[in-house]
């Protein structure tokens, strides 16, 4: 009885490395882009199998038109991968074509907690260096969408015949007052409460009449 049961505690470990060992097997995936129908994906393909990506397992896009165009091809390997797995380009810019575009597909995978690895920059965000430089792409996203919300909206006014620019939060008789205010020695700080606006427009308004104020 105790060699079977011997037997059977070795059979049970074994099938629960078994396991471990299927549950820790990842799959390594390729995504390539062109942006014209007169480019060609073989290059990229090339890298990608060079880098030990398998051929069936490459996913490619080729787009025409603006950033809006579906990428079927980005969106077939996401929904493809499953945690752990590892997409790999042959760089970083073929995830979008927009900083913002590339940067989302970035917080993107990390969401699905699939790891990026990029052939030309040698980013890898399985390591420490590689998320810190997923995390500056973000900031710089943030920027990039912040300009294109600004040009939006000016070509939205635009179409409304607006002005451009939105009109300013003082009168040029208050713009005046505030000048003649700041000349005899108000402290900006105060003059801007006073006025109900911010420092930095205060400032952005004597600086216009050509005046810099020392007091803060």
């Known amino acids: 009885m105790s060699r079977?049961?011997?037997?059977?505690?070795?059979?049970?470990?074994?099938l629960s490395e078994a396991n471990e060992t299927v549950l820790a097997v990842t799959t390594t995936l390729g995504y390539a882009r062109v942006s014209t129908m007169g480019q060609e994906l073989d290059a990229q393909r090339a890298a990608l199998t060079a880098a030990g990506v398998e051929?069936?397992?490459?996913f490619t896009d080729k787009l025409s038109g603006s950033a809006k165009t579906k990428r079927p091809?980005?969106?077939?390997m996401l929904d493809y991968a499953r945690a752990g797995d590892t997409a790999v380009v042959a760089a970083i810019d073929r995830l979008?074509?927009?900083?913002?575009?590339?940067?989302?597909?970035?917080?993107d995978l990390g969401e699905r907690q699939i790891m990026l690895r990029t052939l030309r920059e040698g980013v890898d965000t399985a390591t420490?260096?590689?998320?810190?430089v997923a995390a500056i792409m973000a900031t710089l996203a943030e920027l990039e969408l912040g300009r294109e919300r600004r040009a939006a909206s000016r070509h939205s006014r635009r179409s409304r015949q607006l002005?451009?620019?939105?009109?300013?939060?003082?009168?040029?008789?208050?713009q005046d007052q505030l000048r003649r205010l700041a000349a005899t020695g108000e402290p900006v700080t105060e003059?801007?409460?006073a006025f109900g606006i911010g420092r930095a427009t205060a400032y952005r308004y004597l600086a216009n009449q050509g005046e810099t104020h020392p007091n803060a």
């Open 73 to 76: 091809g980005l969106a077939a």
């Open 96 to 107: 979008g074509r927009s900083v913002a575009e590339v940067t989302r597909t970035i917080a």
């Open 191 to 193: 003059l801007a409460a």
């Open 4 to 14: 079977f049961l011997s037997h059977t505690a070795c059979l049970r470990s074994a």
């Open 55 to 58: 051929t069936g397992r490459i």
């Open 128 to 132: 420490p260096t590689g998320r810190a």
């Open 163 to 174: 002005p451009a620019t939105k009109p300013p939060k003082l009168s040029p008789e208050r």
